[in-house]
């Protein structure tokens, strides 16, 4: 059998290096992260098989981490959580997640699972090595490229991509962004947000060599283009 890579995801440090250490020495790769910041990043660096997502976690629910994995990757999905309930399982499996195990769970159970899992999955889906999304980090106030490249936003940008992504591609009418940006309704307030959208279009070209996906929808009002995610930081 080929080596399985293991990306492990849990925010409780002891925890996470005690699990390192079991997987590897069960003969499988294995990164560790605390955070879905440093998860969604290191997605771009190695080509995983199976994650191990914890849910509660500080930056983000590991329900929309599954749900993204499921969308936009091949890997599979297992859950290590404290949540037990039949609520929280059914909403695991109903995210994506191949599997769900409570903590604590037993070391050759998992790792039997990983195994199963990846024996059954290896030549069905591909795994997306380079996860193309943009990403918005509101408590460093950055906008991130697809490439890992940041920027510094001011408030009035940070609540403008917040109000377009939080919308997934769908259209958000002048009048929405303009409230949310807290602008008058009159002609002034118009020609503020035209005069923000060109100045953060060309912060985004000068700083990160890229065109902001944010397409004029005729009539109507902005959407954003291209896949993006919103952290929340603690």
């Known amino acids: 059998m080929s080596e399985i ?9 002891d925890l996470r290096e005690s699990l390192v250490n079991m997987l590897e020495l069960s003969g499988f790769y294995v990164d560790s992260v605390g955070c879905a910041m440093d998860f969604y990043q290191i997605l771009n660096a190695v080509r995983y098989d199976v994650a191990i997502i914890d849910i509660g976690l500080p930056d983000q629910s590991g329900l929309t981490i599954i749900e993204f994995l499921r969308e936009n990757t091949g890997l599979g999905v297992i859950v290590l959580t404290a949540k037990s309930t039949i609520s929280d399982r059914v909403l695991g499996y109903d995210s994506g997640a191949d599997h769900y195990f409570t ?40 906008l991130v490229s697809p490439e890992g490249k940041a920027i510094k ?19 958000v009418t002048r009048a929405q962004l303009i409230l ?4 008058s309704g009159d002609e002034y307030g118009n020609r503020a947000m035209d ?9 985004v070209l000068d700083g990160l060599y890229l065109e902001l996906p944010v397409q004029t929808v005729r009539s109507a009002g902005y959407c954003f283009s291209a896949r993006a995610i919103i952290l929340t930081g603690n």
């Open 5 to 13: 890579n293991v990306i492990v995801l849990e925010d409780d440090s």
């Open 180 to 183: 949310e940006l807290g602008y």
């Open 195 to 203: 005069s923000l959208l060109r100045r953060l279009r060309k912060k």
């Open 103 to 142: 903590k604590p769970a037993d070391g050759f159970e998992l790792v039997a699972a990983i195994k199963s899992l990846h024996n059954r999955m290896a030549g069905q889906l591909p795994v997306l090595s380079a996860i193309d999304s943009w990403r918005l980090e509101k408590s460093t106030w950055q």
């Open 153 to 171: 936003l001011t408030a009035k940008e940070m609540s403008f991509l917040n109000l377009l992504m939080r919308h997934h591609g769908d259209c």
